[in-house]
């Protein structure tokens, strides 16, 4: 990469997912962060990332040969749209349904859908419904 630049001041810093089959789990997640309009960051041998999310095979360092166990992931969306865009776009690149896009009774507004990636991970798109953010991340360029 020629900038260096990541996001950071949502929920969480980073995760790490470590998939059996990388190329599938690279296809799944470039089609539903692009639906999500959250560009793949890079790739390098034995994994790729997008923003706060790694994604590595079995054999990379960080990994030390273990398997991440099923995980549960949500995705900030910016709409009901963009939820059901982020389903589609996972049922067409090896995604399971795990709950169509709809309301949730988690709190009024919550509108999300729900996949099972290629490894069984448990991975969510919410929009919590109208509301006001003071910034939509803190940007950090190296």
Same mark, same amino acid.
């Given at each position: 990469?020629?900038?260096?630049e990541?996001?950071?001041g @949502?929920l969480?810093?980073?995760?790490?997912?470590?998939? @059996?089959?990388?190329?599938a789990?690279q296809?799944?997640?470039?089609?539903?962060?692009?639906?999500l309009?959250?560009?793949?960051?890079?790739?390098?041998?034995?994994?790729?990332?997008?923003? !706060?999310?790694?994604?590595s095979s079995?054999?990379?360092?960080?990994?030390q040969?273990?398997?991440? #166990?099923?995980?549960h992931?949500?995705?900030?969306a910016?709409? !009901?749209?963009m939820? @059901?865009a982020?389903? !589609?776009?996972?049922?067409?690149?090896? #995604?399971t +349904?795990? #709950?169509?896009?709809?309301?949730?009774?988690?709190?009024?507004g919550y509108?999300?859908?729900?996949?099972l +990636?290629? +490894?069984?991970?448990?991975? !969510?798109a919410?929009?919590?419904?109208d509301a006001?953010?003071?910034?939509?991340s803190?940007k950090?360029?190296?």
């Amino acid at each position: 990469m020629e900038a260096q630049e990541i996001h950071r001041g @949502r929920l969480f810093d980073h995760v790490q997912l470590v998939v @059996r089959n990388l190329a599938a789990s690279q296809a799944f997640y470039t089609a539903v962060l692009g639906a999500l309009e959250v560009p793949l960051g890079g790739a390098a041998e034995g994994y790729f990332w997008a923003d !706060e999310l790694f994604v590595s095979s079995a054999n990379s360092p960080a990994a030390q040969g273990h398997l991440t #166990g099923r995980t549960h992931l949500a995705f900030q969306a910016r709409d !009901e749209a963009m939820v @059901r865009a982020f389903h !589609e776009a996972a049922l067409a690149h090896g #995604g399971t +349904d795990n #709950g169509a896009p709809g309301l949730r009774q988690y709190h009024p507004g919550y509108y999300a859908a729900f996949v099972l +990636d290629p +490894d069984g991970n448990n991975i !969510e798109a919410v929009f919590h419904g109208d509301a006001q953010r003071s910034a939509p991340s803190v940007k950090i360029t190296f």
